[in-house]
């Protein structure tokens, strides 16, 4: 344990200065910069942190302990961060983490004796195409192996760039072509064609030809968007109390699709912001990103810096009088919860991003109670590329009943794991195929929508991705996951990640979550380690889900035993008495 320090509190004194003013919105922002001064968050300096923002310091303490990067104990200026969910834990993560705690000689959740350095088993990194990888600080790295360790830990070792396949790649068609950090690149290719066509139209022009586009929310919740946007317009309020909000915290295992357009277009997310902004009657725009993007928040930085300077951000937009909109970059701090719309508007207005009972709904009170539309990357990417192409050529493209293209995160036992922009229509059997088929002999599972989706056997390979069949076939698509195991695979220690996962990650609000989530962990676990289910494992398991189900406040607790619960009547072998094996780590 690093020994407290006497704070110097002087270093503090010109960011408090920079924040006085402000309300509560800016303590997630605050608590951030403060911990990269100190590395941790002293009780004085969380004292002149609610002095500033007149935040009483119960509830910063509160705010605090919710989210697992900020600190209340002494800890390094550099963490080292090593997933430990199911893709990196096919990919040989155990591995890794034992030669980096043989390296540094600490186990998960210490620090160094000299205080230079802590190290963290984490959830999901959002790099599942690199698995196995890890975080040193701010710096990503992939594909390790324990032979690549001092490399990580010397921060030697190259930083890895997303890996995107498809077909027609219509959304992310520069990704991997452009310079990111250069507004000159974006617009070379084609960049702010679509915002320059949109001012062209009048709002109701715009989310008539959204309407007719028939994109629906690529985050899972499928919502079709011209709506959203159409009943956001329609609420009651000035544009400098409308909010458009990009919603980045993508946390779930297995989902990493976002972070190829951060990374690699992030003027892309701009320029739908801004359209969005133009068509709802809205100046605030909002991106929330998850913390364990470090990359990302660099690049969408440097973006936001360059469109303002450009004029793309700002008063008087493209010289449209009256049109006015700004971007703000706000940094989450390590809850999966916050990808919950309600919890994530809670979030940036500086508290636990406990989620909101709905209705209201937030196209009339949103954040800070003021109509707001909030929509996930992919969807926004969507939105400027049915601008450029016209609908009548994005409906050429999927289905009659699912038109367009979706981005799918295609990780696991796989030779070719990345993010795939295909047309909807193509059959879990074809993506992985061109993902390069598996890597085993044959597949046993496919996990489908993500931690929350559900696991499908090989007789359903031939399933088209489609919205229409997803909803036939009783399976999410969610966030666009495929993840493939295969006959080397112990479904039982994937389970025991998912359930862990919940169990880590339920905010706590309401009882069904907080206890299910724990039950249910504690159930797999026992399975795994110690001698296999008992007689009613299977029906307790059952029970719990439908419990979460029916009665947990939001997404996470309502999905919390899809896959597990699917597996379950795929597989009923798996819990049935005499099975585990014991090889959790």
Known sequence: MVQPAIIDMSALEPLLAHYRGRGREALLPLLHDAQAIYGWLPREVLEAIGATLRVPLADIHGVVEFYS??????????????????????????????????????????????????????????MCEHAPNALNGDRPAGNLTPDDVDAFLAG??????????????????????????????????GGYKALRKALTMTPEEIIATMKGSDVLGR???????????EMARNAPGHPAEKHIIA??????PGTFKDRAL?????????????????????????????????????????????????????????????????????????????????????????????????????????????????????????????????????????????????WFCVSGRVLRPGVYEVPFGLTVRQLIQMAGGVIGKEVQAVLLGGAAGVFIGPRRLDTPLTYEDAKAQNFPLGSGVIMVFDEAVDLREIMYMLARFFA???????????LGTQR??????????YGGPRADDKRTLQDIGLAMTQTSL???????????LSAAERWPELFEPGGGNGRIR
Request: glycine content about 12%; some cysteine; proline content about 7%.
């Open 262 to 406: 951060m990374e690699q277009d992030p003027f892309n997310l701009l320029e739908a912001m801004t359209i969005s902004g133009y068509a709802v009657g809205a100046e605030n725009g909002w991106i929330f990103l998850r913390g364990e993007y470090p990359r990302c928040y660099k690049r969408l930085h440097n973006a936001i810096e360059r469109a303002r300077e450009a004029g793309y951000l700002g008063r008087d937009i493209l010289g449209r009088r009256g049109f006015n909109f700004d971007i703000e970059l706000r940094l989450g701090a390590g809850a999966y919860i916050c990808g919950e719309e309600t919890a994530l508007f809670e979030a940036i207005e500086g508290k636990r991003g406990f989620p909101r009972i709905k209705p209201p709904f937030p196209t009339t009170h949103g954040l800070f109670q003021q109509p707001t539309v909030i929509n996930n990357i992919e969807t926004l990417a969507a939105t400027v590329a049915v601008l450029n192409m016209g609908t009548e050529q994005w409906h050429k493209l999927g289905t009659p009943g699912s038109p367009g293209t979706k």
């Open 504 to 514: 880590h990650e339920s905010c706590g609000k309401c009882y069904p979550c907080a």
């Open 156 to 189: 030697a070792f190259p930083e890895p760039e997303p890996k995107i396949y498809g077909g027609p790649l219509v959304k992310l068609a520069r990704a991997g072509k452009i310079d990111p950090t250069s507004l000159t690149d974006f617009e070379k290719y």
């Open 219 to 229: 985050g899972g919740a499928m919502f079709p968007v011209g709506l959203k946007w």
């Open 69 to 126: 990067m900020f600190y209340n104990k002494p800890t390094a200026r550099r963490v080292i961060r090593v997933c430990f969910d199911p893709a990196c834990h096919m990919a040989g993560s155990p591995a890794v983490r034992l030669a980096i705690e043989e390296r540094l000689g600490l186990r998960p959740g210490e620090t160094s004796a000299d205080g230079s350095i802590s190290y963290e088993t984490v959830p999901c990194l959002g």
């Open 247 to 252: 919603n980045a915290d993508e946390s779930e």
């Open 554 to 564: 939001c997404g996470l607790g309502q999905t919390a035993a899809s896959a597990i």
């Open 520 to 529: 249910q962990l504690e159930i797999i676990e026992r399975i795994l380690r």
